[in-house]
């Protein structure tokens, strides 16, 4: 693993369904986040974690939950997936240090609910 | 009004030239600023990063900060095909959270 990795790359899910986006990294960063992309709206943070053990909301918490047991992983999951939830899912981290704090991100997940 | 403002274009221009990309943003007391680069169907990546009023340059790349006027820019000087892709302008907000704009497609024509 170099960087973060998400799984799955797609998915295609039933409206109803529970689901969960999985988000792992190995660059021991403390922060890390869920984005969501959709056409004409930009990246939007769905939810975040500053350190392990800790999480916070984001500007489009409803729907979602997260979870950050190790600083390794943040898991995104979805309750009961309905088609406004189709999106591409990027997780990010970042490094706690100052100055330059820029993300890194996954290469996303691209989900499609029906 | 969005907080990060970006033109969504498509801003096309010639191989060679320069290439001028342009933000604005409602918070006054935003510190500091990222400009990403995202190809199409792939993950957002960092280009530049600036916080202080003035001009940053990185190889091709210059940002322009002024924070008086609420202001941020990306100047791409010999323009290249391979540049040709959405450029997010973003503002770091509390909790190092980030903001991002809705981006500006770049097309450099051959």
């Known amino acids: 693993i170099a960087g973060i990795t998400q799984a799955p790359t797609s998915q295609i899910l039933a409206a109803g369904r529970r689901m969960t986006l999985r988000c792992t990294q190995d660059?021991?960063?403390?922060?890390m986040y869920w984005y969501r992309q959709d056409l004409g709206l930009g990246l939007r943070l769905i939810h975040y974690?500053?350190?392990?053990?800790?999480?916070g909301k984001g500007e489009v918490p409803d729907g979602y939950s997260v979870s950050r047991a190790n600083t390794d992983d943040f898991p995104l999951t979805l309750a009961s997936a309905v088609p406004s939830q189709t999106s591409v899912y990027f997780c990010?981290?970042?490094?706690?240090?100052?100055?330059?704090?820029?993300?890194?991100f996954g290469s996303g997940t691209r989900l499609t609910v029906v | 009004q969005k907080e990060v403002e970006q033109n969504s274009g498509p801003l096309s221009v010639p191989e060679g030239a320069i290439a001028s990309l342009n933000c604005t943003y409602s918070d006054r007391g935003s510190q500091s600023f990222f400009w990403y680069r995202q190809y199409s169907g792939k993950s957002p990546e960092l280009i530049m990063f600036?916080?202080?009023?003035g001009d940053k340059e990185d190889g091709r790349f210059t940002a322009q900060l002024n924070k008086a006027s609420q202001y941020v820019s990306l100047l791409i000087r010999d323009s290249q095909p391979s540049d040709s892709a959405t450029y997010l302008c973003?503002?770091?907000?509390?909790?190092?959270?980030?903001?991002f704009g809705s981006g500006t497609q770049l097309t450099v024509l051959p």
């Open positions: 600036i916080y202080s009023n």
């Open positions: 660059m021991r960063h403390n922060a």
């Open positions: 974690s500053n350190t392990a053990g800790t999480t």
């Open positions: 973003v503002r770091t907000g509390s909790a190092r959270q980030l903001t």
């Open positions: 990010a981290s970042s490094d706690s240090g100052e100055g330059d704090y820029g993300y890194t």
